[in-house]
């Protein structure tokens, strides 16, 4: 059984927006879904991130102010609400849970994460 499911991906134009989700497995042990994104041939990039008890962080200062990370604890779902999409946000992007001390570190690192999901694919065009 998969541990983290995304949904939510497609094809916008350019101003659009899009809202993903990451459902996540109720026998998931963490305390932090991170959102990360990746363009083939580059790194993962972390997004943002949000822990059980509320505290948020921002990965990339490229999307402050057009993305909002939120959840709703009694569904086991962390949402992406992406607004005022640009091309460049095109990327497949993934969710991530881990089990952190105190919840999501303020420094957002792909090799600190174990779960992944699957990916759900965002294109964007101009």
């Known amino acids: 059984q998969a541990q983290l499911v995304e949904s939510g991906g497609g094809s916008v134009q350019a101003g659009g927006s899009l809202r993903l989700s990451c459902a996540a497995s109720?026998?998931?042990?963490?305390?932090?879904i991170t959102w990360f994104r990746q363009v083939p041939g580059n790194e993962r990039e972390g997004v943002a991130g949000?822990?059980?008890?509320?505290?948020?962080?921002y990965g990339t200062d490229s999307v402050k102010g057009r993305f909002t990370i939120s959840q709703d604890n009694a569904k086991n779902t962390v949402y992406l609400q992406m607004d005022s999409l640009k091309p460049e946000d095109t990327a497949m992007y993934y969710c991530?849970?881990?089990?952190?001390?105190?919840?999501?570190?303020?420094?957002?690192?792909?090799?600190?994460?174990?779960?992944w999901g699957q990916g759900t694919q965002v294109i964007v065009s101009s």
């Open positions: 991530a849970a881990a089990q952190f001390i105190g919840g999501c570190y303020p420094r957002i690192r792909r090799d600190d994460f174990v779960y």
């Open positions: 949000i822990s059980t008890n509320g505290a948020i962080t």
């Open positions: 109720v026998f998931l042990r963490r305390n932090c």
